[in-house]
């Protein structure tokens, strides 16, 4: 067990890097649409027809009822609200970003209006962006009802009502964007399902190849540095040498394509969204109420075009030939699945890993290296899925890391019907066409759910068969852990696939180190430094 974590769900987004963004290529994760859009989108959501891991038990039904139980709760409003028009937005943003900063911004509204359940602003807001109203789920019975595709519509609203522009995507709205409703929807997640599948003999050969490549860089950081050396950088290309070499059969260096590359390009997305440690002034007024034009990252993005366009013919003859995906679609689909998606998630998730790894103690360390390496040699000396599986305390780290740290930290969804929404302890209404939203770093630590130590980082939490029962509460890439991603969903389509690679990641570190030390993250607004203390090599 370690000590209570700090709380950091906005730094999921935009992750270390972001703190570097105006004077370095940095950044990382997405939000424009008017409410009068919202509901337009609305309406046409529901209007088409449209395992790597050992399971873990079901996971629980989204919490809405349309009949009258015998034993219902409590009847309530929704308690919070918008206030004045435009100005209720801007100071729900200061406070969000200034006054208050996001942890207090959620407890302090949860405590005053004793509910999970509460109306509010998100940003971004005016005058810049239209005010962004939701309905705040944050806790784990209310939850799952985002995941529900037949009560809600995911047009469009990735994160409420913030788009950036499809500028940024060549013109196309990228699949994420896409309720299932939508025949792109389908014919684009089918491939991107078909692909993971189809290069599943490879993903974590790669990355046990892509993790031991970084060891001489942390050592001789160490060695430079006694005190203690930053470890992302290193993380950052693990995570773009597994998604290229894997998927292209290429180096990303042989056309120079760089980590920094899709940091910079994912910037300006996200920057309205974000706290990059600027003073708050400075963040107000040139982050929080201006849109950075594509043009300005343009000359990136288009490197980044021509590389998958020149290492990537045979993915795009694939779309176009199996799934019916128009070439520029399936390019720019891929692009924002790679970079975006993948790159961007692995990028903020590999640190934290080592990070609340590094801070457990040396005796659980020590038996994650043994477990490790016995599975390993159990299964003939090379990484591999049958290996992983053999390894359930590794596994439950990495769980726990995501349940604590969710690179994706909020949901949004609008309501297709009007439907009642379950806390613990009421009921709560809905209308048609209201925007959802749940905070997955809130909602992850519900103590109804993981206890009196669910601020806790426990290794160990999902080991066991009690552990199993838990882990079907952890969520995490628009679904539960143990959702199978399909084209009828929106569960990520590396669901399962981020997990496993974290998993062989750190089972890397354990097959060359038999213990390593970090510093507990410092955290600045939604930056985060990661800094490995210590690493020390295998002995037997």
Same mark, same amino acid.
């Given at each position: 067990m370690m000590k209570k974590v700090p709380y950091q769900h906005g730094a999921m987004i935009c992750h270390r890097q972001s703190a570097l963004l105006l004077s370095s290529p940095a950044i990382g994760e997405a939000?424009?649409?008017?409410?009068?859009?919202?509901?337009?989108?609305?309406?046409?959501?529901?209007?088409?027809?449209?395992?790597?891991?050992?399971?873990?038990?079901?996971?629980?039904?989204?919490?809405?009822?349309?009949?009258?139980?015998?034993?219902?709760?409590?009847?309530?409003?929704?308690?919070?609200?918008?206030?004045?028009? /435009?100005?209720?937005?801007?100071?729900?943003?200061?406070?969000?970003?200034?006054?208050?900063?996001?942890?207090?911004?959620?407890?302090?509204?949860?405590?005053?209006?004793?509910?999970?359940?509460f109306r509010t602003n998100v940003p971004p807001s005016p005058p810049a962006f239209p005010s962004n109203k939701v309905i705040m789920l944050l806790d784990q019975k209310s939850f799952p009802v985002l995941f529900d595709m037949d009560k809600v519509c995911k047009k469009d609203v990735l994160l409420a009502n913030y788009m950036p522009s499809t500028s940024f995507y060549g013109g196309i709205r990228p699949c994420i964007y896409l309720d299932t409703s939508e025949e792109r929807h389908t014919k684009i997640k089918s491939f991107m399902l078909s692909l993971l599948k189809e290069k599943s003999s490879l993903w974590i050969p790669e990355m046990d190849k892509a993790t031991t490549e970084i060891f001489p860089s942390w050592e001789s950081k160490l060695k430079e540095n006694p005190n203690g050396?930053?470890?992302?950088?290193?993380?950052?290309?693990?995570?773009?040498?597994?998604?290229?070499?894997?998927?292209?059969?290429?180096?990303?260096?042989?056309?120079?394509?760089?980590?920094?590359m899709f940091s910079i390009w994912l910037g300006p997305q996200l920057l309205p969204i974000a706290s990059v440690g600027l003073p708050h002034l400075l963040e107000e007024l040139i982050l929080h109420n201006i849109r950075v034009p594509y043009l300005l990252v343009a000359y990136f993005y288009n490197k980044i075009q021509s590389f998958f366009r020149k290492h990537g013919g045979d993915l795009l003859d694939k779309a176009e030939k199996e799934f019916g995906v128009e070439r520029e679609d399936a390019l720019h689909n891929i692009i924002f699945t790679t970079g975006f998606n993948a790159f961007g998630g692995l990028n903020i998730f590999l640190p934290y890993v080592v990070s609340c790894v590094g801070l457990v103690s040396e005796d659980m360390k020590a038996e994650m290296a043994k477990?490790?390496?016995?599975?390993?040699?159990?299964?003939?000396?090379?990484?591999?899925?049958?290996?992983?599986?053999?390894?359930?305390?590794?596994?439950?780290?990495?769980?726990?890391?995501?349940?604590?740290?969710?690179?994706?930290?909020?949901?949004?969804?609008?309501?297709?019907?009007?439907?009642?929404?379950?806390?613990?302890?009421?009921?709560?209404?809905?209308?048609?066409?209201?925007?959802?939203?749940?905070?997955?770093?809130?909602?992850?630590?519900?103590? /109804?759910?993981?206890?009196?130590?669910?601020?806790?980082?426990?290794?160990?939490?999902?080991?066991?068969?009690?552990?199993?029962?838990?882990?079907?509460?952890?969520?995490?890439?628009?679904?539960?852990?143990?959702?199978?991603?399909?084209?009828?969903?929106?569960?990520?389509?590396?669901?399962?696939?981020?997990?496993?690679?974290?998993?062989?990641?750190?089972?890397?570190?354990?097959?060359?180190?038999?213990?390593?030390k970090t510093a507990a993250p410092i955290i600045k607004g939604n930056a985060a430094t990661h800094t490995l203390i210590s690493l020390t090599p295998r002995t037997a």
């Amino acid at each position: 067990m370690m000590k209570k974590v700090p709380y950091q769900h906005g730094a999921m987004i935009c992750h270390r890097q972001s703190a570097l963004l105006l004077s370095s290529p940095a950044i990382g994760e997405a939000l424009a649409i008017a409410k009068l859009a919202l509901r337009k989108n609305h309406r046409a959501c529901g209007s088409e027809t449209m395992a790597a891991l050992p399971p873990v038990p079901p996971s629980p039904s989204p919490s809405t009822t349309t009949t009258e139980p015998r034993n219902q709760l409590p009847l309530r409003a929704i308690p919070g609200g918008y206030g004045l028009p /435009v100005l209720g937005a801007i100071k729900d943003r200061l406070d969000f970003f200034w006054f208050q900063g996001e942890r207090e911004f959620w407890e302090s509204r949860r405590k005053k209006f004793k509910s999970t359940v509460f109306r509010t602003n998100v940003p971004p807001s005016p005058p810049a962006f239209p005010s962004n109203k939701v309905i705040m789920l944050l806790d784990q019975k209310s939850f799952p009802v985002l995941f529900d595709m037949d009560k809600v519509c995911k047009k469009d609203v990735l994160l409420a009502n913030y788009m950036p522009s499809t500028s940024f995507y060549g013109g196309i709205r990228p699949c994420i964007y896409l309720d299932t409703s939508e025949e792109r929807h389908t014919k684009i997640k089918s491939f991107m399902l078909s692909l993971l599948k189809e290069k599943s003999s490879l993903w974590i050969p790669e990355m046990d190849k892509a993790t031991t490549e970084i060891f001489p860089s942390w050592e001789s950081k160490l060695k430079e540095n006694p005190n203690g050396a930053e470890l992302s950088s290193e993380t950052g290309q693990v995570a773009l040498n597994v998604l290229i070499r894997t998927l292209m059969g290429v180096e990303p260096s042989q056309d120079g394509l760089t980590p920094s590359m899709f940091s910079i390009w994912l910037g300006p997305q996200l920057l309205p969204i974000a706290s990059v440690g600027l003073p708050h002034l400075l963040e107000e007024l040139i982050l929080h109420n201006i849109r950075v034009p594509y043009l300005l990252v343009a000359y990136f993005y288009n490197k980044i075009q021509s590389f998958f366009r020149k290492h990537g013919g045979d993915l795009l003859d694939k779309a176009e030939k199996e799934f019916g995906v128009e070439r520029e679609d399936a390019l720019h689909n891929i692009i924002f699945t790679t970079g975006f998606n993948a790159f961007g998630g692995l990028n903020i998730f590999l640190p934290y890993v080592v990070s609340c790894v590094g801070l457990v103690s040396e005796d659980m360390k020590a038996e994650m290296a043994k477990q490790a390496r016995e599975a390993v040699e159990a299964e003939g000396g090379a990484m591999s899925v049958a290996a992983l599986q053999r390894m359930p305390l590794l596994r439950s780290a990495v769980y726990e890391v995501l349940r604590i740290y969710p690179p994706v930290p909020y949901q949004y969804a609008t309501a297709k019907v009007d439907m009642v929404i379950e806390s613990h302890d009421s009921r709560h209404e809905v209308k048609e066409g209201e925007i959802l939203g749940g905070c997955q770093p809130i909602a992850l630590r519900d103590p /109804v759910v993981f206890g009196d130590d669910a601020e806790t980082y426990r290794a160990d939490r999902f080991v066991g068969a009690e552990g199993e029962k838990l882990l079907k509460h952890v969520m995490w890439g628009n679904a539960f852990a143990n959702t199978v991603a399909s084209a009828n969903n929106k569960a990520c389509a590396a669901n399962e696939l981020v997990p496993l690679l974290a998993q062989a990641f750190l089972a890397a570190i354990f097959l060359r180190y038999d213990s390593f030390k970090t510093a507990a993250p410092i955290i600045k607004g939604n930056a985060a430094t990661h800094t490995l203390i210590s690493l020390t090599p295998r002995t037997a």
